[in-house]
Nanobody, 111 residues
Framework: QVQLVESGGGLVQPGGSLRLSCAAS????????IHWYRQAPGKQREWVALITTGSTTNYADSVKGRITISRDNTKNTMYLQVNILKPEDTAVYCCNANMDWGQGTQVTVSS
């Protein structure tokens, strides 16, 4: 089992940036791919991005160009850099590995 803890969310004005973190512990050797998802109020969970152990990345079309996913294997931490934030980016952002989920971190974009 993998434990995932997200951090870095907060309140930011439109056009701003945030870097979200996902710290992994436990059976990290079993992780191949880390995914980021987000869920806005009243909406279904949306897949955002992934990164593999080989650092291959992929992004949802809705965020491509504004989001960068990366990982620091020395810290067992994955990052999601979100730029040019829009009000529609407001959501709880969660990371996922195998069948395990973090508790999420709230991102609110508002002036």
């Amino acid at each position: 089992q993998v434990q995932l803890v997200e951090s870095g969310g907060g309140l930011v004005q439109p056009g701003g940036s945030l870097r979200l973190s996902c710290a992994a512990s436990g059976s990290i050797f079993s992780i191949n791919t880390i995914h980021w998802y987000r869920q806005a109020p009243g909406k279904q969970r949306e897949w955002v991005a992934l990164i593999t152990t080989g650092s291959t990345t992929n992004y949802a079309d809705s965020v491509k160009g504004r989001i960068t996913i990366s990982r620091d294997n020395t810290k067992n931490t994955m990052y999601l850099q979100v730029n040019i934030l829009k009000p529609e980016d407001t959501a709880v952002y969660c990371c996922n590995a195998n069948m395990d989920w973090g508790q999420g971190t709230q991102v609110t974009v508002s002036s």
